[in-house]
């Protein structure tokens, strides 16, 4: 989960009308992981939480594992931000928010295949939400995947690809807007289909974005022969948000509204499943 940059050079802006692709996978494929989120505490054989240690991109928020920030309930895996100001992080820094971050590292990798996510989220600015996958490598050498990113702006979402000589500010990118009527507040199903040479995304089948081995090598080495881990995570400000909404106060890219809300324990991700197949 980078900072995006705009495939518009390269002929992408306005894939989001691209033809419609079937939402479901081709009978015949494998369903390789999975979680569904029915039971009532996070499925700790599947994924790993990180801890407040680790901080990118100047995000507001400082990552626990904490029941009231991550929760599994109503069928569905919750990450929830709370306000906690001067959480110790280990670091040179504390935070005033705390979030969660889920991943599989250690549990499940994949090469290869279709990822997809039933997700939901809120329509709150400066929030930034992901469903992405990176390399088990130093950053970014092995590769990043972010199937979804929404920094704030319901009516569209992210996706990108970053690897070495085309990561941060010059990820290969492009946005989904959605059709009238919808928004991210509603359940969406965002999925990847990661090819050998090439990778596609998708929003509830509709395919939006779709990048080659030769984009990839008009930068640097294409490195998506690795196998990556999946992350989900809810992080808040920073970076990217900044530049969008270019709020400086009271946080960066973290508007008082928002903070407000937070407060009230009104945010949160929602994820009804995870499916991979091969």
């Known amino acids: 989960m980078r900072i995006l940059a705009s495939l518009a050079a390269l002929g992408l802006a306005g894939c989001a009308t691209l033809p419609a692709a079937s939402a479901a996978p081709a009978e015949g494929r494998a369903l ?22 680790f901080w990118v991109n100047n995000e507001q928020q400082a990552y626990v594992d904490r029941p009231d920030v991550i929760e599994v309930r109503n069928g569905a895996l919750v990450l929830t931000p709370r306000f906690a100001p001067g959480v110790d992080t280990n670091t040179k820094r504390n935070a005033d928010f705390i979030a969660g971050r ?3 590292d250690g549990k499940f990798n994949m090469r290869y295949g279709r990822i997809e996510a039933r997700i939901r989220m809120p329509d709150a600015v400066g929030v930034w939400p992901a469903f992405w996958m ?5 950053w970014p050498t092995t590769g990043e995947i972010d199937v979804m990113e929404y920094v704030g702006e319901k009516d569209w979402i992210g996706s ?15 946005r989904f807007y959605f059709p009238p009527g919808e928004d991210v507040t509603g359940w969406h199903v965002y999925a ?6 090439s990778i596609e995304f998708y929003v509830d089948g509709r395919l939006h974005n779709r990048i080659t081995r030769p984009m990839g090598e008009m930068y640097g080495k294409w490195v998506f022969d690795n196998p990556e881990r999946i992350v989900i995570n809810f992080a808040l400000g920073g970076g990217y948000p900044l530049k969008i909404n270019g709020v400086k106060s009271p946080y960066q890219g973290l508007p008082q509204a928002t903070v407000d809300r937070i407060k009230r324990g009104e945010l949160a991700m929602e994820v009804d499943w995870v499916r991979v197949w091969r």
Request: no cysteine.
């Open 32 to 53: 390789i992981f999975s979680d569904e989120f029915d039971g009532t505490t996070l499925d700790r054989s599947k994924w790993v939480t990180i801890g407040p240690d």
């Open 102 to 104: 889920v991943e599989t």
């Open 134 to 138: 990176v390399g088990n490598g130093p």
């Open 160 to 174: 990108a690809v970053h690897g070495p000589g085309y990561s941060g500010d010059a990820g290969l990118s492009n």
């Open 192 to 197: 990847a289909e990661w090819k050998p040479d």
